[in-house]
């Protein structure tokens, strides 16, 4: 294995993370999960907590994951509560509370079932259980051993539930990326600051859409002529549409241009080992299938 245990992972460069992780998406799981490794390997001498409370303090460590921890590793009687787990529940007690308003309900049920002995089976077994048979769709009802429980089953109203909010319309951003060569053909890439949506990663150089200035100032950058291409490049976040007209430079930027801070040339036949995330190498193959 790349990193083997915590203390090779908190030892690793978090670029490199990142560029392990590229095209999973839910990019600042990787920044957490980099920065827990350090937490553990250097102010817990390599052994995580053993309690719901100090594993969230953990960076990135949610109710949800402490709890599968505790439960799991630590045999602590506690409800890990997934999206399976929940649906198991709603369907079972024939809660109809809609989500997430009804999170508190369905985990309360949850919690007056979880055994003192084995709670991590208990919790695995829910998960699995949501996952192959209580599904969101098609319900195995006939292949469930909780049917004869199920007050849902019984009722005739376990495809309706759990049941959720009306969802609002996703919003949609509109930005801009820029296609920079240089003499050689090399590509202009930029790695993003820290902080922020895709943290920390390597783009094509972007702006206009992350509520983040510019790092080249007004207008497109460094003075170059642009032209674009025919259709946005459109992505979906998790709370968001993003369409991204992208620039094409109609000339390349000298060999000698000093770049700004985290900008750097990429060979074109090696974009693939750069990390770009789905967003930019979408624009990637977006460049590439319009070339001239």
């Not at 309690?51 to 045999?75: E, N």
Request: aromatic letters at 8%; proline letters at 9%.
């Amino acid at each position: 294995a790349r990193w083997p245990d915590v203390r090779a992972l908190a030892a690793a460069p978090l670029e490199e993370v990142l560029a392990a992780w590229a095209g999973l998406g839910y990019y600042a799981r990787a920044r957490n999960l980099h920065a827990c490794a350090r937490v553990v390997a250097g102010e817990l001498n390599g052994r995580f907590p053993d309690s719901v409370a100090a594993l969230r303090r953990l960076p990135g460590i949610g109710p949800y994951t402490a709890a599968a921890i505790a439960s799991i590793a630590f045999g602590v009687p506690v409800v890990a509560l997934d999206a399976n787990v929940e649906r198991v529940m709603a369907r079972l007690f024939a809660i109809d509370t809609p989500l997430p308003a009804g999170k508190r309900e369905i985990a309360e049920a949850a919690r007056a079932l979880i055994p003192k002995e084995r709670p991590g089976d208990f919790n695995q077994a829910g998960m699995d259980l949501g996952a192959t048979v209580c599904r969101a769709r098609n319900p195995r009802c006939d292949a469930c051993p909780l049917t004869a429980h199920c007050l849902a089953h019984r009722r005739g109203i376990a495809t309706t539930l759990p049941r959720k909010a009306a969802k609002k319309p996703q919003p949609v951003r509109r930005g801009n990326a820029y296609w920079i060569e240089r003499a050689d053909g090399a590509v202009l890439l930029r790695r993003r600051a820290p902080r922020g949506m895709l943290g920390g990663m390597v783009e094509i150089p972007s702006s206009g859409w992350d509520g983040e200035a510019a790092p080249w100032g007004e207008g497109a950058p460094f003075g170059l002529p642009f032209a674009a291409l025919d259709a946005p490049v459109r992505h979906l976040f998790t709370h968001f549409a993003l369409d991204l007209t992208v620039w094409r430079a109609d000339r390349p930027l000298p060999m000698d241009h000093a770049l700004p801070d985290g900008f750097f040339w990429q060979p074109r036949e090696e974009l693939e080992e750069a990390g770009l995330p789905t967003l930019m190498r979408k624009v990637v193959r977006r460049v590439l299938s319009s070339a001239p």
